[in-house]
């Protein structure tokens, strides 16, 4: 119940198309939903967020797409750069201060080719 | 404002010793949590603190251990390393346990001999 599955596992994408990176999580007491991008050499940096009291969010390029019945979320990265090739981590907790525990994804490398 | 500072940034040691690893949260960030990433097992969460006390724990061994102190710093100790104890170990902080963003800092890569 605390696994946050997490595909493709890889992904290479030509500059300016889509990239969309799917997770799935199975405990209904999670409460908010982060993603992580992490270059190599850094810590994870938060890139965008969501809970589950609204279906999208959309910051800049990166949207967040979520499906409360089915308990899925993903991330659209709109118009793919060079410099968005990295890894990135779907993570889920329970928020509200319950906890700090994120659960995390196994992660997705992204690669954006020009 | 500087970010989550970790030291040492790395750190090499043999099967047996134990290690600490030192973590400086965001100025006025009072809450701290430790995650070890491994390329087997991904990033997975060590444990949280706040005003000094250990409020969750993950399921690690209990050669594993943290504290934090009461400027907010934190720190996590190996002992009898093991080869598998080689990884990645992050510090987040965040404001309060009630705010929900975490932010990381770069991390000590231990690497256990």
């Known amino acids: 119940q605390q696994q946050v599955k997490q595909s493709p596992q890889s992904l290479i994408v030509q500059k300016g198309g889509i990239s969309i990176i799917n997770c799935a999580y199975e405990?209904?007491?999670?409460?908010?939903f982060p993603w992580y991008q992490q270059f190599p050499g850094k810590g994870p940096a938060l890139l965008i967020a969501i809970r589950p009291d609204v279906s999208e969010k959309k910051e800049g390029r990166f949207t967040i797409s979520f499906n409360k019945s089915a308990k899925q979320f993903s991330l659209h990265i709109m118009d793919s750069q060079p410099g968005d090739s990295a890894t990135y981590f779907c993570a889920a907790s329970r928020g509200g201060g319950a906890t700090n525990k994120l659960i995390f994804g196994t992660g997705t490398l992204l690669a954006v080719q020009p | 404002k500087a970010g989550v500072t970790q030291t040492p940034r790395y750190l090499i040691k043999t099967r047996g010793q134990q290690v600490t690893l030192s973590c400086s949260p965001i100025s006025g960030h009072r809450s701290v949590s430790w995650y070890q990433q491994t390329p087997g097992q991904g990033l997975q969460f060590l444990f949280e603190y706040f005003s000094e006390t250990q409020r969750n724990k993950g399921n690690f061994p209990g050669r594993f251990s943290g504290r934090q102190f009461s400027n907010s710093r934190s720190e996590m100790n190996v002992s009898t390393l093991e080869l598998g104890d080689s990884a990645l170990y992050l510090c987040?902080?965040?404001?309060?346990?009630?705010?929900?963003?975490?932010?990381f800092g770069p991390g000590t890569r231990l690497t256990v001999l």
């Open positions: 405990n209904t007491a999670f409460d908010y």
């Open positions: 987040a902080s965040k404001a309060q346990p009630t705010t929900d963003t975490q932010y």
